[in-house]
């Protein structure tokens, strides 16, 4: 099981809550090596692959796994919008489902040969298999979506999952400084970042104001860990 321990010391990178390593581990490794076609995993077959766990764990591991991005509850008509931070009613009835967010199945598919969680190569992988954007171009975006929240995030508590958000003005000041300065293909770039859950329309909770110039987008935290995200990101510098 080297692979599943590889994924296990990345996990352990950024994660700081050791009783649920090994059980999202599992569920991952299980996501990345026999649900190849990325469908929603039922509750009641998460249950049965982590056999041995109490389900208060296994309700543990969903909830840290749904604050970090990684696993959310599969969208469903009760979910008020498809935005992140609308979908993190973790639930143990057996018909619900869930899914590995897609960025994160390819940042997993590398820690399970590296033992390295690698946002950098993740976003690569992601963009290259699903869409036709220019993947280089997206590293530098977000190394610049760095640097524009860097001065509005805090130092998060220990323990604390970050939550980055870029306002949507800003995210038009990037796309312009790196050539993105026709609506129609800034667009198609909002697009392919929200398929590939590199990012996801903020729910109108976490920004300031009404809907409008105030609304952003939340970046994934998976991507922006201490120490390990993409380039040299000024969030940590």
């Known amino acids: 099981m080297e692979n599943l321990a590889n994924l296990e010391n990345a996990l352990q990178s950024f994660l700081d809550k050791e009783e649920i390593i090994s059980p999202l581990a599992l569920v991952l490794e299980y996501d990345f090596s026999k649900n190849r076609s990325g469908a929603r995993i039922p509750y009641r077959e998460i249950e049965n692959l982590l056999r041995g766990y109490s389900k208060g764990i296994i309700k543990e591991t969903l909830t840290w796994a749904a604050r970090w991005r990684l696993i959310l509850p599969s969208w469903r008509g009760d979910f008020r919008s498809l935005c992140w931070g609308d979908r993190m009613r973790i639930s143990t009835e057996p018909e619900i489902r869930y899914e590995v967010l897609l960025v994160v199945r390819y940042l997993v ?77 800034s667009d198609l770039w909002v697009v392919e970042l929200k398929a590939t859950d590199i990012m996801s329309p903020a729910v109108k909770t976490l920004m300031p104001g009404m809907w409008g110039e105030d609304f952003g987008f939340e970046l994934n935290p998976s991507l922006f860990v201490k120490g390990l995200a993409l380039g040299a990101n000024p969030l940590y510098g």
């Open 109 to 185: 598919g590398r820690a399970l040969g590296t033992g390295l969680w690698d946002p950098e190569e993740g976003v690569k992988g992601v963009l290259r298999a699903a869409t036709d954007l220019d993947d280089e171009l997206a590293l530098r975006i977000m190394e610049k979506m760095a640097q524009k929240i860097q001065n509005d995030s805090q130092e998060e508590a220990e323990g604390e999952t970050p939550c980055y958000i870029i306002a949507i003005d800003q995210l038009k000041e990037i796309f312009d400084e790196v050539g993105l300065t026709e609506r129609k293909e």
